[in-house]
C-alpha cells in the first residue's frame, strides 16, 4: 500500500517538468530516488506508469488514470493542510532567511500571502547567501532563499526561480550586445567576490573581452546602490553608464521606462534560485506549507 503521499508526489512532479533529472532538481532528492520511486510505484500496482522518451516522457494508460487520482489527491491534502494548521494554532514568527535581490526585488510581493498562509507573522532577514545558510544551519531562520550556490549537508534544495541576469542603463541599449559595444560603456561594476560578478566574467571570457579593459567608474557590492548609480548617471552622456543585474530587480524601472534592458548576442546568462530547509524539518507543517506556496508561483 501507498503509505505517504510522497511517491505520488515525485510522480506528479515528473509529469509536471516532463523529466526525472528537472524533478529531482525541484523536490530537492537524486535522480536515481525519483526512478526508484517511480518504479515503487509501478511494482505496487503491477503496471508501466511512464516511459521515457528522447524528447520527455510519455504516460500510459495506467499512468494517465494514476495522474488523475494522484491531483485529485494533491488538491484534498492541500486543503487539509490549511485545516492542519488551524488545528495547530502555534503562536510565532516565521522567519524567512533572503539573499539581496531575492529579499528586496521579489519576496516582499509575497509576504502577505505567506502570513496568511500560517496564520503567523513573518519575519525577513535579508543578507548575503552564505550568511543566510549559516543562519538556518544555526536554525535561526526557517527556510533560506539563496541566489549563489551555498550547499551543505543536512540541508535540503529545492530549485525555485530561474533568475536572468542583464545588461542596463537609464539610456536606450541595443537589445543584443556584442564585444566591440560592451567596449563603448561606462561601467559600474560588482564586488569581484559576488557570484553575479564571477557568472558574467565567464560569459565575458568565453566572448573575447574581460573586465579589465572595460571604463570602470565604481565597483559597488550592494546592488540597491548599482541600481540608483545607474539611474542618476547623465542620461546625455555619449558613453551609457551601464552594469548587470537580475532582470527581477529592474522590472518595475524597466516598465516605467526608466531603465532599458539588453541581452549579449549569443548568450545567456542565468542562476537558479534555491529554497533551502533542514532536513528534520522537511515534515514541519509550516515549513512544508510555506515552501509548496513558493513552489506554485511557477512564473514570477
Not at 532567511?97 to 500560517?118: D, H, Q, V
Request: contains cysteine.
Amino acid at each position: 500500500m501507498l503509505k505517504d503521499f510522497a511517491k505520488l508526489q515525485t510522480f506528479l512532479m515528473v509529469i509536471k517538468e516532463k523529466s526525472f533529472s528537472k524533478a529531482s532538481a525541484k523536490l530537492g532528492i537524486s535522480q536515481p530516488a525519483v526512478t526508484q520511486q517511480i518504479k515503487f510505484i509501478e511494482d505496487y500496482l503491477d503496471t508501466k506508469i511512464v516511459e521515457r522518451k528522447k524528447n520527455g516522457i510519455l504516460l500510459t494508460k495506467e499512468g494517465e488514470d494514476l495522474f488523475r487520482i494522484a491531483s485529485r489527491l494533491e488538491k484534498t491534502i492541500t486543503s487539509s493542510e490549511k485545516e492542519l494548521l488551524k488545528i495547530v494554532n502555534k503562536d510565532f514568527t516565521f522567519v524567512i532567511g533572503s539573499s539581496n535581490t531575492i529579499g528586496n526585488y521579489i519576496l516582499p510581493n509575497y509576504l502577505s500571502e505567506i502570513k496568511k498562509r500560517i496564520n503567523n507573522n513573518v519575519y525577513m532577514n535579508v543578507a548575503l547567501s552564505s550568511e543566510v545558510i549559516d543562519q538556518l544551519e544555526d536554525k535561526k531562520t526557517d527556510i533560506a532563499i539563496i541566489e549563489s550556490p551555498v550547499f551543505k549537508d543536512g540541508i535540503v534544495y529545492r530549485k525555485w526561480v530561474l533568475d536572468e541576469l542583464v545588461v542596463f542603463s537609464n539610456q536606450p541599449l541595443k537589445k543584443n550586445l556584442n564585444a566591440e559595444d560592451l567596449l563603448e560603456f561606462d561601467w559600474i561594476c560588482r564586488e569581484e567576490t559576488s557570484h553575479t560578478r564571477k557568472l558574467t566574467s565567464e560569459v565575458f571570457d568565453e566572448m573575447g573581452v574581460q573586465c579589465i579593459n572595460f571604463q570602470v567608474l565604481g565597483v559597488l557590492a550592494s546592488p540597491t546602490a548599482i541600481k540608483e548609480s545607474v539611474l542618476h548617471a547623465n542620461p546625455t552622456n555619449s558613453r551609457p553608464v551601464v552594469s548587470i543585474m537580475s532582470k527581477h530587480a529592474i522590472a518595475n524601472e524597466v516598465k516605467e521606462g526608466r531603465l532599458f534592458e539588453a541581452r549579449l548576442q549569443n548568450y545567456k546568462i542565468e542562476r537558479n534560485f534555491y529554497i533551502a530547509y533542514l532536513k528534520d524539518k522537511k515534515h514541519d507543517v509550516f515549513v512544508d506549507n510555506v515552501v509548496n506556496y513558493l513552489l506554485s508561483l511557477n512564473k514570477i
